[in-house]
Structure formats: C-alpha cells, structure tokens
C-alpha cells in the first residue's frame, strides 16, 4: 500500500457519492456517445477495429468485446467514491481517454501506409474476402474501379492498375477529424463539496 496523499483534500469533504453520480450520469454517457459515433464513422470490414475502443476513466477501463462483427456499445466504467478519488489527477480534475486496442489501428485510422487486399492472401494466410462481413460495411463501401496505387493508406482507393477494384468503408483521414479535436484525451472538472447533505439523503435508506 502506497503512502496517502497529503496534498489531496480530504475524502470525506471534497469526494462525494454526489460526485460519482454527477459524473457516472451527466459526463460518462458523453464518452460513450462518442465511442458510438466512433465505431459507425470508422472503417468496419470484418467488425474487430469497430469492437476494440476503451474507454478509461482515471485508473478504471471498460472495453469492447474486441470480436468481429457489428459494433457492440462500450459502456463506460462506472466510478464511486474510492476510484474517483484513486484516479483523479489533481483536487478536482479527471482525465478521460479513449483509445483502441486492435492491431491495425494505425491502418484503420489511415495514419500508417500499407497494401490493402481483397480476397485470399498468401502472406500471412488468411480470407479477407471481396466485401465487407458486416452490414455496417457493405453499406458504407465505395469502390473504384482502379487498384491502388503501391503502398497507400487505406481510404486512397484508385489511382492503380484499371479494372482491379479498389474499395474503403470509411473516408480517408476519417479519425484526424476526432484527433485533431482534442476529444480522446480530456480533462474534466469534478464537482466536489456540494450537495453533501442531499447526498446523504439520496444514498443513505
């Protein structure tokens, strides 16, 4: 057991269940909406890139099902007392971050070139398949009638070989939108030391 933080407030004064309620109830829905938002604006072929979005809230993290298939909503982990207190950054800051956890991450989110395939693939062995396994893909796929051009990120369709198609399930550079935001990665204002006595009243049967 660490050492208790002699320059953290008291618990009992400053953290509140009034607090974790403010926050489970009033901000947390807000990351979730944006993990939704997230999975249905990204790129969704076999259904894993869409599945594998954390959401973690100071110390405590929920996580997608990081299977294939249709996007499942992540809920974010709920907070009392004790984890606020654990995982805030200072009095009354918590920090909230969102992140995925799946392999190809940095292909899906177009921030690393690759050679994207269609069909059967000999290295490593595997049946990517000519459309996309989820419905979420088949109705956001466009095609070109080009293949790509060499290496490439992966929404740059066309611009190759005429007659091979070419196809992406999310616009290019689709994530830099989010990214550039700032909303992955937030800091929020906890409200601390109000309400006690309602509190009370509320939790205490």
Excluded: C, H
């Excluded at 091979?164 to 909303?183: E, H, N, Q, Y």
């Amino acid at each position: 057991m660490g050492k208790p933080r002699d320059d953290l407030p008291d618990l009992k004064k400053e953290v509140t269940r009034w607090t974790a309620t403010v926050l489970n109830e009033g901000v947390l829905p807000g990351a979730e909406d944006l993990v939704r938002e997230l999975q249905f604006k990204g790129p969704s072929w076999t259904g894993l890139y869409s599945n594998s979005w954390q959401i973690q809230v100071g110390n405590e993290k929920a996580t997608g099902t990081r299977r294939p298939g249709e996007p499942k909503p992540v809920k974010a982990p709920k907070m009392n007392v004790r984890s606020i207190r654990e995982g805030r950054i200072s009095k009354d800051e918590m920090r909230i971050q969102i992140r995925n956890l799946a392999r190809s991450k940095e292909y899906a989110q177009d921030e690393k070139l690759g050679r994207f395939r269609r069909g059967k693939v000999k290295r490593p062995v595997k049946n990517i398949g000519q459309e996309p396994r989820t419905s979420l893909g088949q109705g956001k796929l466009e095609q070109s009638g080009s293949g790509r051009g060499g290496l490439t990120k992966r929404g740059d369709i066309g611009g190759g070989k005429s007659g091979v198609l070419s196809s992406r399930t999310a616009p290019l550079d689709w994530f830099k939108t989010f990214k550039d935001g700032g909303i992955l990665d937030q800091i929020i204002k906890l409200e601390l030391g109000k309400a006690v006595k309602k509190g009370k009243k509320r939790f205490l049967k």
